[in-house]
């Protein structure tokens, strides 16, 4: 009995758990995808949607830091403007948490 305490401690202290990160809160995910939609409004057609979907993407399943770099990157490429930017940016950290 005594070897079956130790083999279960030694189980649990060997566990390994993942690192917490930055991402979206699914909680409010519904909103988040409203708000997302009301900040791109300004961008044409063509690019609305695929902008819309990856930060999305990025910041529910990889990480805020992720979404972020991908937001300057196409501010970078011309793609959105600094105005654009900055309401993607702060809508992210609006509705993200550590999970």
Known sequence: MKRQQNDRRDFHERREFPKRE?????????EF???LGKAVESLPDSVRGA??????????????KEAK????KKYQEGVIDYDTQKK???LIYDYSKYR
């Open 33 to 35: 995808g409203y708000m």
């Open 22 to 30: 930055k991402k979206l809160d699914m909680r409010r995910s519904e």
């Open 69 to 72: 770099e991908f937001i300057g």
């Open 51 to 64: 902008i819309r979907g990856s930060i999305y993407s990025l910041a529910s399943k990889k990480g805020i």
């Open 88 to 90: 993607l940016i702060n």
